[in-house]
């Protein structure tokens, strides 16, 4: 079984390379959603959440108030480091455990989504790491007109991410994200045929 790494800039078009990936026939473990996961009402991840961060970050429903809880972990980078110990460790045990039954089911790709690969220091982890880059200002223009983000939150976000030379650095291909959604999937299509499946 081949263990992939897939990481990129917010609004770079990791997504799309996921879903092609999944639609090749890779497993695909976005950690993105293991997160949501791990702080679902009622779990340890968030009742840690709470303990550091205070009610306030809760919906009146007892869910994670997301946009509440950005507003303090994206001005924050301390806030930020304290959000990434108490989910990241979560979110590996969780993944441990979907690679593993994928491997019992004998799947041949595993990829690993994982937007902050590179700055949780995961690089080493897998056989080969797949990376989507795209420009600031087109990410930023992604998340102001694609995702609703006000400009300064949009710029926020981008900071708080390692840039796209150090994600670059790391990878074994890198896929060109500023493009159409069909140039990236036929970039994913070509790397997927060096697999040799």
Known sequence: MRRIGLTGGIAAGKSTVSQRLLHLGATVIDHDKLAREVVAPGTPGLESITLRFGGDVLTNDGELDRPALAAIVFNDPDALTDLNAIVHPLVLDLAAQLESRAARAGAAVVVHDIPLLIETGQRADFD??????????????????????????????????????????????????????????????????????
């Open 128 to 197: 080969q790491l797949l990376v989507v880059c795209a420009p600031a200002d087109l990410r930023i223009s992604r998340l102001v007109e694609g995702r609703g983000l006000s400009l300064p939150e949009a710029r926020r976000r981008i900071a708080s991410q390692v840039d796209d030379e150090v994600r670059e650095a790391a990878a074994d291909v890198v896929f060109d994200g500023s493009g159409s959604v069909e140039h990236l999937q036929e970039q994913v299509d070509s790397w997927w045929r060096t697999l040799n499946l």
